[in-house]
């Protein structure tokens, strides 16, 4: 599956211009649905600051959190790629600090997890280890590990995710906090340990990898996949 092209097209909301795929199967893991709107009926009044709607102050929606708001509660526009919007959006004051911190994660992280890095690679609980390069997919929805030989992980049936630090065994629970992931500790971490499920099973397998020679961009990456699992978490629980 994940060879096949992933087409995009326009699509027009109530909230603006979405770029989403042809297929919504393909849709990016990290990516939110659009909210239901709060009914204007059920909101007489702002949900942020209590002011009462009339012809003067006129209600508006938030785009990420589909609540409504006066306009100075929510006057900000910010870009969401999470929802694929193509241009920023008005959102409340909440989300848009939100959207802004996420933003860091598609302007930054998001390259290095797809340019990729080396890792030493070792399936289940062998002791053969294969050097092979990991990268994220550009469609977001697979983690690629190539070297002599080549396999995936769906980014969907992981079901958990542990990056560890120096000093840490594989086994251990040393999952960096989410500051420190990629602010001035990203030299930290040194491995991850992925439980998933294969495509077409229902068996949990586990994959550990270790840094390999270049320990700097290989923390680099952990940090921003350490980054993106928090992003794949939220969107498996909206």
């Known amino acids: 599956m994940s060879s096949v092209p992933d087409g995009k097209k326009l ?3 109530p909230s603006g211009l ?8 393909f849709n990016s893991p990290f990516s939110l649905d659009e909210p239901q709107w709060v ?4 909101c007489p009044r702002c949900m942020q600051c209590d002011t009462k709607f009339d012809f003067i ?27 694929s919007f193509v241009d920023p959006v008005r959102q409340c004051g909440d989300c848009s600090l939100l959207s802004q911190k996420e933003g860091d994660f598609y302007d ?14 070792t399936l289940g609980v062998s002791n053969k280890s294969e050097t092979m ?16 030989s080549h396999f995936e992980v769906e980014l969907s049936r992981i079901s958990s995710m542990q990056i560890q630090t ?28 992925v439980h998933y499920k294969p495509m077409g099973s229902q068996d949990t397998q586990q994959l550990h990898l ?19 699992a928090k992003l794949l978490y939220e969107a498996k629980d909206q």
């Open 11 to 13: 699509v027009r909301s």
């Open 18 to 25: 979405r770029m989403m795929p042809e297929n919504g199967a």
């Open 39 to 42: 009914p204007d009926k059920d």
């Open 57 to 83: 102050r006129r209600k508006h929606h938030c785009r990420r959190c589909g609540r409504c708001f006066c306009d100075k509660c929510c006057s900000k526009k910010a870009a969401l790629p999470r929802m």
């Open 108 to 121: 930054k992280q998001l390259k290095v997890l797809l340019a990729g890095s080396i890792f030493l690679v």
């Open 133 to 148: 390069t990991c990268r994220l997919a550009n469609n977001h929805r697979y983690m690629f590990l190539d070297g002599e």
């Open 166 to 193: 120096d000093g840490t065994s594989p086994g251990e629970n040393d999952l960096l906090d989410n500051q420190c992931a990629y602010e001035g500790c990203a030299s930290r971490a040194s491995g991850m340990l």
């Open 210 to 228: 270790e840094a390999a020679d270049d320990k700097k961009a290989a923390a680099l990456w952990l940090a921003a996949m350490h980054k993106g």
